[in-house]
């Protein structure tokens, strides 16, 4: 080779074997600080601070859960055995009454306490690191009920047939495979008052009439019907949708109550009223 000829080989490969390149040109591909990976930079977090991001967003995952899809609740009383029992915790799913949609005639729906309705042992207060846990929806909160719709609006419940049983807009329902049995003495389905005769209805536009499975200890709807020739009662027997958190779906504690939740399709299929 003479030394007038130049090596071959492009510029970026002299300056690659060269510091300074030919005739001291730098390349500035050579010379420019390398960019830092993504992985680079992860790995170079504090174990506490890696930690704390993934805690935020479990908190973050768990709040947009509570609020926009499911929220668990537990059950206090007995007043929805046998299908549910003191003490379940239980699933609620929400998207079922997005853009419009409302409780159907046999769903078991969580509600907020419209005032008065929550008994002595169904009144829990939550504190605590149990309370942090319920605000983001980790652990059950208090203030609400679990019942059974009976009537959507328009509906008239009455109670009750020679046989004890409910009629709904005039039809007698068959509820044998979801309320409590009687206990000895009472006579009908609707017995939490002191009377198997009463009515409630039309059902207002918005609102729904609850029950619950175990009728001989469950203050529903029918424990706050104003009965004929009651003068001063103000009680309202009807729930706002507006105050339906949610449809149950699942019983997910204890492991032995494991199960899936239905709504009562006895219910759904029957005509609305006239």
């Known amino acids: 080779m003479n030394d007038d000829q130049h090596p071959t080989g492009t510029d970026d490969e002299v300056a690659a074997t060269s510091p300074d390149g030919p005739e001291g040109l730098v390349d500035s591909d050579a010379a420019a600080p390398a960019e830092p990976e993504v992985d680079d930079v992860r790995r170079g977090l504090p174990l506490w601070q890696e930690s704390l991001l993934l805690v935020g967003a479990a908190v973050v995952l768990a709040v947009v859960l509570k609020v926009l899809f499911v929220q668990a609740f537990y059950i206090p009383s007995a007043s929805m055995e046998p299908a549910l029992v003191e003490n379940d915790r239980i699933l609620v799913q929400k998207p079922s009454y997005w853009f419009g949609g409302e409780p ?3 769903d078991v729906v969580v509600f907020e306490d419209p005032g008065g309705w929550l008994g002595a042992d169904e009144e829990v207060e939550v504190t605590g690191v149990r309370s942090l846990l319920a605000t983001v929806g980790l652990y059950p909160d208090g203030g609400h009920l679990v019942k059974r719709v009976i009537g959507v609006a328009g509906d008239t419940i009455t109670c009750c047939d020679d046989e004890g049983r409910l009629l709904l807009n005039g039809e007698p329902l068959d509820e044998g495979d979801y309320v409590a049995e009687r206990p000895e003495g009472i006579q ?4 939490m008052i002191s009377t198997c005769n009463w009515s409630a209805g039309p059902v207002p536009e918005g609102t729904v ?5 175990n009728r001989s200890d ?3 709807s029918s424990y706050h019907v104003c009965l004929v020739g009651e003068t ?3 009680d309202n027997p009807y729930i ?4 339906v958190v949610g449809k149950v779906f699942s019983v997910v504690w204890p492991l032995s109550n494991f199960g899936l939740v239905s709504g ?4 759904s299929d029957l005509p609305d009223a006239d």
């Open 209 to 213: 009439f609850v029950m619950g499975d």
């Open 188 to 191: 009908c389905d609707g017995p």
């Open 264 to 267: 009562e399709d006895s219910l």
């Open 218 to 220: 469950s203050a529903d």
């Open 240 to 243: 706002d949708t507006d105050l």
């Open 104 to 106: 159907s005639r046999g």
């Open 232 to 234: 001063d009662c103000t």
